[in-house]
């Protein structure tokens, strides 16, 4: 019997996996899974949603007109240039099925955002992956992969799951360095969280190319990841393709006057930055001390990496935060399976999660050294 059946490209994506929300068992439980923020949506978000309950049988203004000049008006950007779209996800897949075709490739770096295999692949493309240094995306190392099949480099800064980023003057490098026809997309969905004054998220690269585009959400630091809502800022003839394939109301009312909302309370934005700043570092620098290995992270989370040990694996560390009501994100499908992610969370979750690895590490290995003694 025959069936309908999909391209080779499709059956050859490993569907995504959101990060963990539960711990079976756990009287409490802290995701810390998901790099939410801690604080929550801004009181005027939430405000402006219940204020728009009555509106929900009509249909969005399509094009999102209202956001796109709430963003250009907060970042002083033409809002003609903006797209909105169901989360920054939902970008990468319009990129991607506008510009990349069978027989064309789309470039990431080693330990990149799995969306961007997924979406080239999604579109017929061949996904290529370039080689990190030290979890670090390379730019040498992604020129390198670039050729004529080459339709889309795609560069999260700062990367998901490693939390490290690419300085400012080597992704212009990288802009500067690509032929004309390849479309640089560069992922800032944690813009907000960096402090470094060598970082930039993308706007004057956009600006000074014809060829670069970049994309953010609202799901991170804004906390409206419920409602997905995203942007992307690029040239002129970028967004005129985008907007012939997007679906039509891709961003609902209800996301819309959020994620406005949202823009208008700096002093909730300028909180979870404070927050972020004085926890990412305590919980390097605690983690770091129990004698893990703790990538450097200008985002709102961290890489660990446990020991391949018996008793010591990610693996084991998973199963006894877990069962204290602490859910981490296993990264093995980032080629990282020596690692967990752990978000910035609040006070009492951030302490809980370095109690925890402390017994967890001091437990194991009074077991090792039991078992060193049986076996001499």
Same mark, same amino acid.
């Given at each position: ?153 795609f560069l999260a800064n700062p990367n998901n799951p490693t939390g490290t980023f690419v300085p400012a003057n080597e ?17 800032? $969905?944690?813009?907000? +969280?960096?402090?470094? *004054?060598?970082?930039?998220?993308? @706007?004057?690269?956009?600006? &000074?190319? /014809?060829? %670069? ?116 994100? $296993?990264?093995?499908? +980032?080629?990282?399976? *020596?690692?967990?992610?752990?978000? @910035?969370?609040?006070?009492? &979750?951030? /302490?809980? %999660? ?23």
């Amino acid at each position: 019997m025959t069936k309908p059946t999909p391209r080779s490209t499709v059956l050859a994506i490993d569907a995504y996996v959101p990060g963990r929300s539960a711990a079976p068992g756990a009287a409490r439980v802290f995701k810390l899974s998901a790099n939410e923020t801690p604080l929550g949506p801004s009181p005027r978000a939430v405000e402006a949603l219940r204020n728009m309950a009555g509106e929900i049988a009509l249909y969005p203004e399509g094009s999102s007109r209202a956001l796109r000049e709430a963003i250009g008006a907060r970042y002083a950007l033409n809002p003609d240039r903006i797209i909105a779209g169901a989360g920054s996800d939902n970008l990468l897949e319009l990129l991607a099925l506008a510009y990349i075709g069978p027989g064309d490739e789309g470039v990431y770096s080693q330990h990149g955002f799995l969306e961007y295999k997924i979406v080239t692949l999604a579109a017929g493309g061949t996904p290529v992956v370039a080689p990190e240094t030290n979890y670090t995306a390379d730019v040498d190392a992604l020129l390198a992969c670039v050729s004529e099949r080459t339709k889309i480099v795609f560069l999260a800064n700062p990367n998901n799951p490693t939390g490290t980023f690419v300085p400012a003057n080597e992704v212009s490098r990288l802009a500067r360095s690509l032929p004309a026809h390849v479309l640089l997309v560069l992922d800032s $969905a944690y813009a907000e +969280y960096v402090l470094r *004054e060598d970082y930039e998220a993308g @706007v004057a690269l956009v600006d &000074a190319h /014809e060829n %670069v585009v970049m994309t953010r959400t609202f799901s991170k630091i804004y906390g409206l990841a419920a409602l997905r809502v995203g942007w992307a800022y690029g040239p002129a003839h970028v967004i005129d393709a985008l907007n012939r394939i997007r679906s039509p109301f891709n961003v609902s009312s209800a996301g819309s006057a959020a994620a406005i909302a949202a823009l208008s309370d700096r002093a909730h934005l300028d909180a979870a930055i404070a927050h972020n700043d004085r926890w990412l570092p305590w919980l390097s620098r605690e983690i770091s001390a129990l004698g893990l290995d703790v990538l450097p992270s200008v985002a709102n989370f961290v890489a660990i990496r446990f020991p391949d040990a018996p008793g010591l694996t990610a693996l084991d560390a998973d199963r006894f935060l877990m069962s204290r009501g602490l859910v981490l994100r $296993a990264i093995g499908a +980032y080629g990282m399976g *020596e690692f967990l992610r752990l978000t @910035v969370g609040a006070q009492e &979750a951030n /302490e809980r %999660v370095v109690e925890a690895l402390a017994e967890f590490m001091q437990s194991a290995r009074v077991r090792q050294d039991a078992q060193a003694g049986v076996h001499g």
